[in-house]
C-alpha cells in the first residue's frame, strides 16, 4: 500500500527459493512459539524453536504471483530428515497457499535440519543434499 509497483526497481523478484521454510511449517500450523511463550514458557518445546515467532509475521498466506512477484516461481526445498520441519505438513500449506510452487522432499539418508549448510562447510565432497539444493537453485535462475 503506498509502495511502487513490483516491477519498479528491486522490488520486482523473479523467483524464490525457500530452503527448509519454517514460513510453512511450524507456525502455520498453529505452533507458533510467540504464542506459546505467552503462557509462561520459554522457549516453545512443542517445535523447538525460537521464543519469539508469531504466526501473523512468519506466515505466507498468500501466493506472491497474485501480487507480481516470483512470476518465474517458488521453490522448496525439504529434508524428510528434518526433525524441526514437519514436511508433510509444510508440504500441504505451501501448496494451500502457493499451489504453483515446485516442492521438492530430499530422501536422502541420514539428513538432518541444516545438513545441506554442513556439506557446504566440508567443500562439497559428498554432498547429496547440496546437489539437491543446486539443482533447485539453478531451475529458479533460469
Do not use: W
Given at each position: 500500500?503506498?509502495?511502487?509497483?513490483?516491477s519498479a526497481g528491486f522490488r520486482s523478484?523473479?523467483?524464490a527459493?525457500?530452503?527448509?521454510?519454517?514460513?510453512?511449517?511450524?507456525?502455520?500450523?498453529g505452533l507458533?512459539?510467540?504464542?506459546?511463550?505467552?503462557?509462561?514458557?520459554?522457549?516453545?518445546l512443542a517445535s523447538l524453536s525460537n521464543r519469539g515467532g508469531v504466526p501473523w509475521k512468519e506466515t505466507m498466506?498468500?501466493?506472491p504471483s497474485?501480487?507480481?512477484?516470483?512470476?518465474?516461481g517458488v521453490y522448496v526445498y525439504a529434508n524428510l530428515g528434518d526433525m524441526l520441519l514437519e514436511v508433510k505438513s509444510t508440504e500441504a500449506f505451501c501448496?494451500?497457499?502457493?499451489?504453483?510452487?515446485?516442492?521438492?522432499?530430499?530422501k536422502t539418508w541420514g539428513s538432518f535440519h541444516g545438513r545441506f549448510l554442513v556439506e557446504v562447510w566440508c567443500g562439497g565432497i559428498f554432498a547429496p543434499c547440496l546437489s539437491h539444493v543446486r539443482t533447485l537453485v539453478q531451475m529458479a535462475v533460469t
Open positions: 500500500d503506498g509502495l511502487p509497483s513490483p523478484v523473479h523467483s527459493v525457500f530452503l527448509e521454510p519454517m514460513v510453512f511449517g511450524d507456525t502455520s500450523a507458533s512459539c510467540g504464542m506459546v511463550n505467552t503462557l509462561g514458557l520459554d522457549i516453545n498466506f498468500y501466493n497474485d501480487h507480481g512477484q516470483c512470476l518465474g501448496q494451500k497457499y502457493v499451489p504453483g510452487a515446485r516442492f521438492h522432499i530430499d
